[in-house]
């Protein structure tokens, strides 16, 4: 039986985010924006409070218990106010806590997974270097070990969150073995020496976010901070992604949404020839598209979260989501300008930053030539569903 409806709980959980964003963060959320100011520190503690950081993580393991579907309907919510928000939910909790929960030991998943799920530690994600980004098997950062620590190098580039995370999950490559079975993933602690970061300026959108640089100066991590197995990393980087491009799409979907609301609105707002502008014909076509963007990208976030719910192998389905959604964010955010004339120009309105951030979600997570080639590769049979020894946890109510 397929069903649409949503939990109770799911609906509380919307509406309390729902609420939270719009009171306290959409009114300053433009500002923030212009100024390139992380809103980070101000929002982490409050959503922390709130259970929304460890959403979909077990309440053993210190999260709120809630599914996937949980997860992406709270990432629509931060997303319709701004994508910098939404970027929490894919770095913190899909890339580093989700993998956390999936990959490890249960001393790591003390240590680190229980408080990151609480909100007191914030974790994030360090794949991308500066000569590789979709090209993950060619990433030059080296470990090697010495005695019971391993001793890290090199450069991780456009980094979310860098500057409010207390510790990087980071990919490098070990031993002599090359390309994907020689990366390695290790859970490194911002606070070790050697570990420096910096913070990028002038980035087109999620100005309202920090990314940013991590260098690595023979870095000393505990043996005891290695992530799965040795040859495991490039596994671990994929099933993260899977979850962290879910939640790409599912803020998409948000984002979708607000070009559609703002459209809406000014659609009965602004006349233009006697009417409202919304009487024209050719406007109701870009409504009628965005409107068709958020349906077949919510569409698809539901059927992959519906998959991930039972534990069953998503990559093809979530690459999809992800693709279509951006690209519709993309498309609906350049309609609802167009729909705005000047005032979609004009930095005072929410839509040249709704455009600006749409961009940066079909490039981050994997380009969408990336999730084309996933979906070419599945029709054509060269890609085969991974073996991990890690099992996809299916969700658990009450768990
Ligand atoms: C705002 C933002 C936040 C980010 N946050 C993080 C983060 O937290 N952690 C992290 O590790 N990374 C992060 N990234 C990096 C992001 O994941 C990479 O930018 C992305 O994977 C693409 O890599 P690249 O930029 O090196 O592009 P490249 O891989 O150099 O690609 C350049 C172009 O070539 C295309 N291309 C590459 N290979 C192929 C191919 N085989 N076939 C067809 N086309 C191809 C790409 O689609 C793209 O159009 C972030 C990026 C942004 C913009």
């Given amino acids: 039986m397929i069903d649409f409806k949503l939990s109770e709980e799911h609906l509380m959980l919307r509406d309390s985010v729902k609420d939270y964003v719009e009171r306290d963060i959409a009114p300053k959320v433009n500002e923030y924006d212009k100024a390139q100011k992380s809103l980070y ?22 999260g709120a218990g809630f599914d996937y579907i949980a997860l ?4 629509e919510e931060l997303e319709r106010i701004d994508t910098s928000l939404r970027v929490i939910m894919s770095v913190h909790t ?19 997974l229980i408080p990151q ?29 010495e005695g019971d620590e391993y001793v890290l190098n090199g450069t991780k580039q456009w980094i979310s969150m860098v500057e409010v995370a207390d510790s990087f999950l980071i990919f490098a490559r070990v031993g002599k073995e090359k390309g994907v079975k020689g990366i390695a993933c290790f859970i490194v602690e911002k606070e070790l020496q050697g570990v420096t970061i910096s913070v990028f300026h002038n980035k087109l959108g999620v100005r309202a976010g920090d990314t940013g640089e991590i260098v690595l100066q023979n870095v000393r991590v505990p043996a005891a901070n290695l992530l799965g197995r040795e040859a495991e990393g490039f596994k671990i980087a994929m099933t993260a992604l899977d979850n962290g491009r879910y939640t790409v799409a599912a803020g998409a979907v948000g984002s979708i949404r607000a070009s559609l609301e703002a459209s809406k609105k000014y659609c009965h707002e602004r006349k233009a020839f006697g009417q409202e502008i919304g009487k024209f014909q050719l406007i109701q076509e870009h409504l009628a598209f965005i409107q068709a963007g958020y349906d077949q990208s919510q569409l698809l976030v539901f059927k992959a979260g519906w998959l991930k719910n039972q534990g069953i192998e998503n990559t093809r389905e979530t690459g999809m989501a992800k693709w279509q959604a951006t690209n519709y964010a993309s498309d609906a955010a350049n309609r609802a300008i167009q729909i705005h004339g000047a005032m979609g120009f004009s930095g005072d309105f929410p839509l040249e930053r709704f455009w600006r951030n749409a961009r940066a979600n079909t490039i981050l997570e994997g ?21 991990l020894r890690c099992k996809l946890p299916p969700y658990k109510p009450g768990e």
């Avoid at 899909?94 to 680190?112: D, F, I, N, R, V």
Wanted: aromatic share 8%; with cysteine.
């Fill in 41 to 62: 520190p101000e929002v982490l503690p409050k959503m922390g409070e709130l259970g929304i950081l460890g959403v979909c993580i077990p309440e053993k393991y210190g």
């Fill in 72 to 75: 992406a309907l709270v990432c």
């Fill in 94 to 112: 899909a890339l580093s806590s989700c993998t956390l929960w999936w990959w490890a030991s249960e001393e790591q998943k003390e240590k680190y």
């Fill in 117 to 145: 799920a609480q909100g007191e530690k914030i974790g994030a994600f360090g794949l991308t270097e500066p000569g590789c980004g979709s090209d993950v098997a060619n990433l030059q950062t080296r470990a090697h070990q």
């Fill in 367 to 387: 380009t969408n030539e990336i999730q084309k080639l996933i979906q070419g590769s599945f029709i054509l049979g060269f890609r085969k569903k991974p073996e």
